[in-house]
């Protein structure tokens, strides 16, 4: 069985998108904030905006766990985006500070940072820590989806 038609929440705005599988490399864009659903970029989310994302999306979705006093997460950075380049239409990214949200920190039982976790149609796939390079991204979302 296809899906014609694909749930994405707006990494921006948090808004419950339905979006024709034909059209996910159109660019389509949020009804409410108008910003892209896809294409490779990075969104930095709250915490309702990430749960929304992480329970309702249908497209994969990686989330980088860090924080701004983190050496190895600003090392990462970069290559987080470069991945998001790369894989703009097979997942989408996004990151959350765990010193700004800590509860979410709590939640997820993340004892370390930098931390990658995916994503797949509400539950989380899998899991890894460290600071990596794109290529080692890439690799780890095409494994687990």
């Not at 190895?72 to 959350?96: D, V």
Request: some cysteine; proline content about 7%.
């Amino acid at each position: 069985m296809t899906m014609d038609a694909v749930r994405i929440a707006c990494l921006s705005c948090g808004q419950a998108n339905r979006v024709p599988v034909a059209k996910l490399n159109a660019g389509p864009k949020c009804a409410k904030c108008a910003k892209p659903l896809v294409g490779g970029n990075v969104a930095s989310v709250d915490v309702q905006t990430h749960d929304r994302a992480v329970r309702s999306d249908d497209i994969p979705l990686i989330v980088d766990y860090w924080a701004p006093w983190c050496g190895p997460c600003r090392t990462m950075a970069p290559e987080f985006a470069k991945a998001a380049q790369t894989l703009r239409f097979k997942a989408r990214f996004a990151k959350i500070d765990t010193e700004q949200y800590p509860a979410v920190s709590q939640r997820l039982q993340i004892r370390g940072i930098p931390l990658l976790i995916l994503y797949v149609k509400g539950q989380e796939v899998a899991r890894l820590s460290g600071a990596r390079p794109a290529s080692d991204i890439e690799s780890f979302v095409n494994q687990h989806n």
